[in-house]
């Protein structure tokens, strides 16, 4: 069955130290890749989307992701994780067979960063 | 501007009884997605309304969950006969008319829970 894998269910780390999430997704054709950021309490945010274009997208918080096509990979990163970084993040694609708005979500990764 | 807007954020319902979660989009959004999140488990998409009209409802179950957008007010997705395995948070998402470059813009939830 065509998913969305998100390779770690918990990630722990402390401040200031290097983040990296990964995503990878089973799906063939032109894809639209998201990710977004539930914060405790919250809802879920946009941290980032990638339609086309330049392969290595720019997102909010000082988040990036990078879109390698032949990896069917998506893997989000953050240089240097504050405290406030804490939180769910998920992986989403739209597939091409899909209808806009129909999103397959990965199973989400729990960040927790410690002072 | 409000956001996307859902209530109740919690909901308490007995096996059998019905269960009814309302969702209104943003202001000048006119499609709305319906998403449920079961415990330690990703988002699943549910269904996808413009007004008065149901354009994908391919995750929905086949029984007992309706979903509608009336020409005036709220969405609304309608639970029946719950059963303890419809205890999940539902996410309602809008977007604007316009597909392609837009993105979803998510509701806070709702909680079911059902005893």
């Known amino acids: 069955a065509q998913s969305v894998s998100q390779h770690n269910h918990h990630v722990i780390l402390s401040e200031a130290a290097s983040l990296e999430l990964g995503c990878n997704y089973s799906y063939g054709g032109t894809v639209n890749l998201f990710w977004y950021v539930q914060y405790p309490g919250q809802h879920l945010q946009l941290l980032l989307k990638y339609f086309s274009g330049d392969p290595l997208v720019k997102g909010i918080k000082g988040f990036e992701a990078e879109f390698i096509k032949s990896k069917f990979s998506f893997n989000l990163r953050k240089p240097s994780v504050q405290w406030s970084d804490t939180a769910e993040y998920f992986c989403a694609v739209n597939a091409p067979t899909d209808s806009w708005g129909k999103l397959q979500f990965g199973a989400g990764t729990q960040v927790v960063v410690t002072p | 501007n409000a956001g996307v807007m859902q209530n109740p954020r919690h909901l308490v319902r007995r096996r059998g009884q019905e269960a009814r979660l309302r969702c209104s989009p943003m202001?000048?959004?006119?499609?709305v997605y319906w998403y449920r999140q079961l415990p330690e488990e990703g988002l699943k998409f549910m269904v996808y309304?413009?007004?008065?009209?149901?354009?994908?409802e391919s995750g929905m179950p086949k029984e007992r969950f309706s979903a509608e957008f009336p020409k005036e007010g709220p969405s609304i997705l309608r639970i029946q006969q719950v059963v303890r395995g419809d205890s999940a948070a539902y996410f309602c998402?809008?977007?604007?008319?316009?597909?392609?470059?837009?993105?979803?813009?998510f509701g806070a939830g709702s909680r079911l829970t059902v005893l």
């Open positions: 309304l413009q007004k008065e009209n149901i354009i994908d």
């Open positions: 202001k000048g959004h006119s499609h």
């Open positions: 998402a809008s977007s604007p008319q316009t597909a392609g470059a837009n993105v979803l813009t």
